[in-house]
């Protein structure tokens, strides 16, 4: 028979009866519902069984009655190893000490991480945190509500929109979500816009000022495209004018290709050489002997060895060296002058901005001699022609705009 | 129990299909191989030593012989014995049934 669930905890002992009248103390027991189990006979008169503690002190009056003698033979279970642990006061103090510094330490808060803070420095939110009572080394029992905690930082931080504060074992983490400020505006000085070069006016949007010219003028390098003086002749005022200006200017362009072309191309022989590299020096693993190839190039590929992130100065270099062969090509005057137009193209997109278009382009000269095409090529191109020109001098008798 | 209820809670067990022993008041033993004995509607024990058990029941007594006889547990209406069982005899129950 098994001892009950409890036993453990509750202690039991086994008992040693000594009487004429054994079997009469057992029935005696179970009828008052004393559990007793693993009985067996030791001798003529005398019984052992097993028996809870508390039951144990119930036994004395049946023992009387029954004219036996009881002693304990083993003892099992808490209470007796509690009074075995308090015979080694050392030990148990050890094991509560233990216990008490393993609950000291996972009360104290041992880490701070504050996340999703872009603009507010980190030490601004410790330093918020800190005043609150929030920073290493302090006692989790110490803190006050976590709500409560985040609604007081977030009093400190004006730039921040909202403060999570979660505690998280010894980790305490501060959530913080920063709040969307618009740019501000750009200060510009009262200004005109004037054109950059000669154009013809293709398209004239004026958000702040006055158009002084329309579509399809004819404007010169400096003329005044959107003026900054506006309102009538007697109240006039003076603001940033601001705006696009698009015309349509003429660039001409010099442009010369040569037939011949010269194409690096990879035979497809190579050979391999690998390396050990400790520090700077190289150690040659495989591959010796010269390189047989009149031209080559060289793909070297670097393997790191290393622990999981720490990195050691041992490195694995592996080389391909890869024949190479030039091939010349011979392109045709057409290809040559495709080319040619495809280069001042992307000149073009360059120079004169992404929103430029090519309205026309025409070429005027092509001649091919010394084994190149010499191009001149009129481009009409569309893009923007507006520079801003600040108003310095302006009569006394104008007030200053918004 | 006197002839008559006997009789009448006979009927009634074979009526409605229960266990005689519920009804009867006599033991049930249930034997696992020579090692474990159950024995369930026991009156106390008589007689208790590693070679010889002895248990009153409501009629007559049961005797249990073997070795090393142990009470793993023992409580009001049942008692578990192990050991190496020789016998199991059952006296003064003759002409219980007539």
Known sequence: MKPPATAKWRGYVRIAVRGKHTEQLINELYTQEISIWDISRLGEDQVSMMLMLPDFFRLRPLLRRTGCRVHVLERYGLPFSLRQLSKRSFFASGLLLFLLGLYMLSSLVWTIEVKGNERIHTEQILEAAKKEGVFPFQW????????????????????????GVSKQGTKIMIHVVESAVPDSKKLVNPRNLVAKVDAV?????????KAVVRPNTRVKKGNVLISGIIGSTDMPRIVPAQGTVKGLVWHEYNISVPFLTKEKTFTGAYKE?????????RLQVSGYGGIEFANYEIIEEEEQAGVSRIKLP??????????????????????AVRVGLEQAHADIAAKYGGDS???????????ADNGKVNLKVLFEVEQSIAVEQPIVSAPEDLRQGD | MS???????QWTAQLFDLPQEMMLEVPR??????RQLFIENHRGVIHFSSELMRLALSAGELEVRGQNLVIKGIWTEEVFIEGDILEVKLHGMEGQWS
């Open chain 1, 314 to 335: 041992i490195k694995w270099v592996h080389e391909k060296i890869m024949e190479v062969a030039e091939v010349a090509k011979e392109r045709s005057e057409d290809e």
């Open chain 2, 29 to 34: 033993l249930s034997m696992i191989g020579n």
């Open chain 1, 357 to 367: 278009r090519i309205v026309t382009e025409k070429i005027l000269h092509q001649k």
């Open chain 1, 273 to 281: 050489r690998q390396y050990i590299q400790l520090g700077d020096r």
């Open chain 1, 201 to 209: 006016v293709t398209q004239i949007i004026a958000s702040q000022g």
């Open chain 1, 140 to 163: 989790s029992f110490r803190l006050k509500k976590m709500d409560e905690i985040s609604k007081e930082i977030h009093a400190q931080l004006p730039d921040a929109t909202w403060i």
């Open chain 2, 3 to 9: 002839r008559f209820t006997r009789k009448v809670r």
